[in-house]
């Protein structure tokens, strides 16, 4: 088992910057996909970014230029960059992994085996 623990969340300025964090731990040998979603009241959760465990990075395009994800292999962390904040960024984001080698829909729930329990990110005008 793979526990996710996500942090870095809270409140910004329309405009302004956070950085996620999530701390992997457990069978941290056993995933290669990891990725950022986020979900809001009442919506379906949606991919974010994706990245695997050698640096290969994807983007939804409403976030690329201004989010950035990655993961670093010595702390088992990953991490999201978020910069040029707007209020539509407001969601509750979650990170999860994926055992999978090959993983086309990488902004598909259905992929992902272990889910954090999720940060609150709230951007105001």
């Known amino acids: 088992q793979v526990q996710l623990v996500e942090s870095g969340g809270g409140s910004v300025q329309a405009g302004g910057s956070l950085t996620l964090s999530c701390a992997a731990s457990g069978d941290v040998y056993s995933y290669y996909h990891l990725a950022w979603f986020r979900q809001g009241a009442g919506e379906e959760r949606e991919g974010v970014a994706g990245v695997t465990t050698g640096g290969s990075a994807r983007y939804a395009d409403s976030v690329k230029g201004r989010f950035t994800i990655s993961y670093d292999n010595g702390k088992k962390t990953l991490y999201l960059r978020m910069s040029s904040l707007a209020p539509e960024d407001s969601n509750v984001y979650y990170c999860?992994?994926?055992?999978?080698?090959?993983?086309?829909?990488?902004?598909?729930?259905?992929?992902?085996?272990?889910w954090g329990q999720g940060t609150q990110v709230t951007v105001s005008s």
């Open positions: 999860a992994t994926s055992r999978l080698f090959v993983l086309r829909n990488w902004d598909q729930m259905g992929p992902y085996n272990y």
